[in-house]
T-cell receptor, first 115, second 113 residues
């Protein structure tokens, strides 16, 4: 019963480097989401995906790239990391993506520090 | 999504009931009321949701006012493990596609032993 996992859990990188955060879910949920959480901002949506090969932008997509070649994986890439991308990143999934009674299930988070 | 208002923090004693309020005066008729919580250093987790009627599950109860402009999350017997930030979130029908959850600042619940 793994559910939704994220790796790495902690990452330190330098400005300008490429970083990929991984997200894996075992429920075969159609929808997956990436959020970032910063002090004073709460959680904000970066990107989401409705199915394999279907992705769309959220509230704060600039500087991030996503892909979804398999239903169970949804990696988030910072192509050239900046200090402002220091944050805690959460991946989530949901069965249908419908907005009413939908429940989203969150991973444990990745703490990223960009020096 | 309509806006919600919650107290910044609340304090309660262990093994006592806790009532966490949420105001949502601009709620629309099709908005569901969701509650999530976030324990320290963890991702948010779903607690409960409802539309009009009061709801119960193994974690909590949700009491919804008759005019739906407010709701209360009830933890019947708080434990130290219930110390977390609790978020009240309204979810409506976008008519298509998916959007993320809109988290406000939530209520920081402190449980005293």
């Amino acid at each position: 019963d793994a559910g939704i996992t994220q790796s790495p859990r902690y990452k330190i990188t330098e400005t300008g480097r490429q970083v990929t955060l991984m997200c894996h879910q075992t429920w075969s949920h159609s929808y997956m989401f990436w959020y970032r959480q910063d002090l004073g901002h709460g959680l904000r949506l970066i990107y989401y995906s409705a199915a394999a090969d279907i992705t769309d932008k959220g509230e704060v997509p600039d500087g991030y790239v996503v892909s979804r070649s398999k239903t169970e994986n949804f990696p988030l890439t910072l192509e050239s990391a900046t200090r402002s991308q220091t944050s805690v990143y959460f991946c989530a999934s949901s069965e249908t993506g419908g907005r009413w009674g939908e429940t989203q299930y969150f991973g444990p988070g990745t703490r990223l520090l960009v020096l | 999504d309509a806006k919600t208002t919650q107290p910044n923090s609340m304090e309660s004693n262990e093994e006592e009931p806790v009532h966490l309020p949420c105001n949502h005066s601009t709620i629309s008729g099709t908005d569901y009321i969701h509650w999530y919580r976030q324990l320290p250093s963890q991702g948010p987790e779903y607690v409960i949701h409802g539309l009009t009627s009061n709801v119960n599950n193994r974690m909590a109860s949700l009491a919804i006012a008759e005019d739906r402009k407010s709701s209360t999350l009830i933890l019947h017997r708080a434990t130290l493990r219930d110390a977390a930030v609790y978020y009240c979130i309204l979810r409506g029908n976008s008519g298509g596609g998916a959007d993320g959850l809109t988290f406000g600042k939530g209520t920081h619940l402190i449980i005293q032993p």
